[in-house]
Structure formats: structure tokens, C-alpha cells
């Protein structure tokens, strides 16, 4: 079996989501989890290529987006509920804010990064709502003209 190109791009996103794209389903007992990822990372992209969200002939280089994001959300919720101070929050997302900016050129690459990790994490292949709804926020981010994305630069 030759592997393609993009697949072996893809290969490196493995061991980035061994959870999402192999322990519930059972593949990594059957030894057939990088094949299995490797077709679903595929397929995510070109559905992101062919609705915007990536580049023609773009990947998605990480996934670490889905975790930052999260990150800088329980930060959020930590100062709501009053487990941290003002401080501790604020030092939480700047953490998140830098990593990102490591991990990807741009808001657009970000996104893409986000929105593959969710729906690794969610989506099971469906196309639904966990992937829709993130792509219609993509698409208002990357269109508005008062959003931040257009107006605060990524690094």
C-alpha cells in the first residue's frame, strides 16, 4: 500500500489524537488506528477546503487550537465561579495566546486547527452541527469587519 503525500501529513497529526480517532472505536486494538486517522483527518480537510476554512492544497498542521481554546475558556470559567483571581486568569490566556502563536501562522490556521480537534473529539464523521456550527463562526470571524480577527494581529 503507497502512502500518499497528504496522508503522510496526516500521520503526523496521529499521535496528536490517539483518543478521538482510535480509542472508541476499538481500531487501536486492531492495530488499524493511523489508517483509520488518516482517512478522517483526510476527509475533515477536504470538507474544510471545499466550505473556506483551509486553502486549496492547505492542512491542518496541529491540533492544539481545540486544547488552547479550551484552556483559555476554563481560565473563564475558573474567574466566574471565583476559583482564581482576575490575575490568574488573565495569565492563563496570555499562556494559551502564546502557544497558539507557536503553533500557527495565522487566525485562519488556528481555526482550522480548532475545528478538526473538536470534531475529532465530537463529531464522529457527521458533519453536523459540531462541525457547522464552528464554520459558521469561522466564516462571521474571518468576513466581519468588526471582528478580531481582522483587527487584532495573530502574533
Not at 476554512?53 to 475558556?73: I, P
Not at 456550527?133 to 494581529?153: C, F, Q, Y
Request: aromatic share 12%; proline share 3%; glycine share 10%.
Amino acid at each position: 500500500m503507497e502512502i500518499r503525500s497528504s496522508e503522510r501529513h496526516h500521520l503526523a497529526l496521529i499521535g496528536q489524537v490517539p483518543d478521538a480517532c482510535s480509542l472508541t472505536w476499538g481500531w487501536r486494538r486492531r492495530g488499524l488506528a493511523g489508517f483509520y486517522c488518516i482517512g478522517r483527518i483526510s476527509r475533515y480537510c477536504a470538507r474544510m477546503r471545499a466550505d473556506g476554512v483551509l486553502d486549496e492544497n492547505r492542512y491542518v498542521t496541529s491540533v492544539d487550537a481545540w486544547d488552547l481554546g479550551r484552556a483559555s475558556k476554563m481560565a473563564r470559567w475558573g474567574l466566574g465561579a471565583r476559583f482564581g483571581t482576575l490575575q490568574e486568569a488573565e495569565a492563563a490566556v496570555v499562556q494559551a495566546g502564546r502557544a497558539a502563536a507557536l503553533a500557527y501562522r495565522s487566525w485562519q490556521d488556528f481555526s482550522a486547527g480548532y475545528i478538526l480537534g473538536r470534531c475529532l473529539h465530537f463529531d464522529e464523521e457527521d458533519f453536523g452541527s459540531w462541525y457547522t456550527d464552528m464554520v459558521d463562526a469561522h466564516r462571521i470571524l474571518m468576513t466581519d469587519p468588526g471582528s478580531p480577527w481582522l483587527n487584532i494581529p495573530f502574533r
